[in-house]
């Protein structure tokens, strides 16, 4: 990919990260009918169906985010 290459949009209860191959990674805050509750899905798409399926609580996604910057930087990734 090139360097200034847009790899990632995220927009309002949505994200999704090119990831290379026709693979996308998304993001998309969902709620539960049956448990009243949200919750944000984490999944790997190709061609719109979804491969792999990651359920986050929201109140931990800032932990998350920032687990995975302090990751990168002591791996230098």
């Given at each position: 990919?090139?360097?200034?290459?847009?790899?990632?949009d995220i927009?309002?209860?949505y994200g999704e990260i090119k990831m290379g191959a026709?693979?996308?990674?998304?993001?998309t805050l969902a709620s539960s009918?049956?448990?009243?509750n949200e919750y944000i899905e984490i999944a790997?798409?190709?061609g719109g169906?979804?491969?792999?399926?990651?359920?986050l609580n929201p109140k931990y996604a800032r932990?998350?985010?920032?687990?995975?910057?302090?990751f990168a930087d002591e791996n230098k990734l």
């Open positions: 990919m090139a360097e200034n290459e847009e790899i990632a927009g309002e209860n026709g693979w996308f990674l998304t993001i009918e049956r448990y009243e790997k798409e190709r169906q979804k491969k792999a399926r990651f359920n932990i998350l985010g920032e687990a995975l910057i302090k």
